[in-house]
């Protein structure tokens, strides 16, 4: 991977910022940050604060396209180096409207017959790809030990509610079938993503349980998505300057699901299911300063409620996408090290 000379310039720029001492950093990014209760982490306000100085943004101006290329460039300022250790390879998966793409990520001496996590991208279901979240999918392989199917699910608008989903489900059955030829071990497949693949992964989960089938023993769901009919409060309390905001929101949602789409269709928002009984353990992680923290959290407790194993951790002084952010600031990677441990205990090698 070839990174062109101007963005590696803005790389060094980054971590440069992040070695300086504590009181220059702070100096930076200002005063604390404090809201409902909890203080925002330095590196997270660090981070919020290059991001205004360039301009960056989770939409662009210039719209999908634009907004899409922002997210592949910021890998490589905040992704850090490319895991070396972890090897990958593409994997096709079989699909009525055309194979999807995917990277299967496998950590270095690891066994045959490993557990395995299909994963699925964050970017609201429109920007976002196994390259922008290339850094997230070897951490969690090195980490938990396990490999990795980072899936190229389609992505909207080209591509509207419920085709995400529907590939998700695919992949998902593509791992249990071959599970063989990707060296898995077909009876420990989990599920997850971040923020809209969180979305997508509970959604799986539950698809796969109730239709009988084969079906994920895990959920890794980082920041996710879970209700789209309702606003609540940390919509509000977070609606403007912590990277995703509530406009994004409604950009994302109305890009992925416009009108007639039913919102509350459990394949969109997997809160609002009937039956949440007997699905998959789960880690559900939450930022504290985050748009989506309250329904990610209303999830963990109504599966709860269902009788599933569900572990919440808030990391109440990040923002959202705290994955992404795993080569500058220790407490992204320490939040992130926490899920992938989490992986670990449910399917990874001991």
Request: proline share 7%; glycine share 10%; no cysteine.
């Amino acid at each position: 991977m070839t990174i062109p000379p101007p963005v590696r310039i803005q790389a060094a720029v980054v971590r440069a910022a992040y070695a300086l001492p504590e009181g220059l950093r702070r100096a930076i990014a200002g005063r604390p940050v404090v809201r409902d209760g909890q203080t925002l982490a330095l590196d997270a306000q660090l981070m919020l604060k290059l991001q205004r100085l360039s301009k960056a943004a989770l939409v662009m101006p210039g719209g999908v396209g634009s907004s899409r290329a922002a997210m592949e460039h910021a890998r490589h300022l905040v992704g850090g180096p490319q895991d070396r250790a972890v090897a990958a390879r593409s994997v096709g998966i079989p699909r009525e409207h055309g194979e999807l793409a995917a990277t299967l990520y496998t950590p270095d001496g690891l066994a045959t017959g490993s557990g395995l996590l299909v994963f699925l991208h964050g970017g609201g279901w429109v920007v976002g790809s196994r390259a922008s979240h290339d850094h997230v999918a070897r951490f969690l392989a090195r980490r938990a030990r396990v490999r990795v199917l980072s899936v190229e699910y389609r992505l909207a608008p080209e591509h509207v509610f419920p085709a995400a989903a529907e590939d998700a489900l695919a992949a998902l059955d593509h791992a249990h079938a071959e599970a063989a030829e990707l060296g898995a071990d077909p009876e420990r497949i989990a599920v997850g993503g971040d923020s809209a693949g969180g979305n997508l992964a509970a959604v799986v989960a539950q698809q796969a349980v109730r239709r009988g089938g084969p079906a994920p023993v895990f959920q890794l769901l980082l920041y996710p998505a879970t209700d789209a009919s309702v606003r609540r409060p940390s919509r509000g309390l977070f609606a403007d300057g912590f990277f995703l905001t509530d406009a994004d929101m409604d950009w994302f949602a109305d890009r992925y699901a416009p009108a007639p789409a039913d919102r509350t269709d459990p394949r969109l928002s997997p809160l609002l299911a009937e039956d949440l009984s007997g699905l998959p353990p789960a880690y559900i992680g939450t930022a504290g300063f985050d748009p989506l923290r309250d329904e990610g959290e209303a999830y963990a407790r109504a599966l709860q409620e269902a009788g599933v194993a569900v572990r919440l951790s808030r990391q109440p002084d990040l923002i959202h996408g705290y994955a992404n952010y795993l080569g500058i600031g220790g407490r992204f990677r320490e939040a992130t090290a926490e899920a992938a441990e989490a992986l670990r205990q449910a399917i990874g090698e001991a």
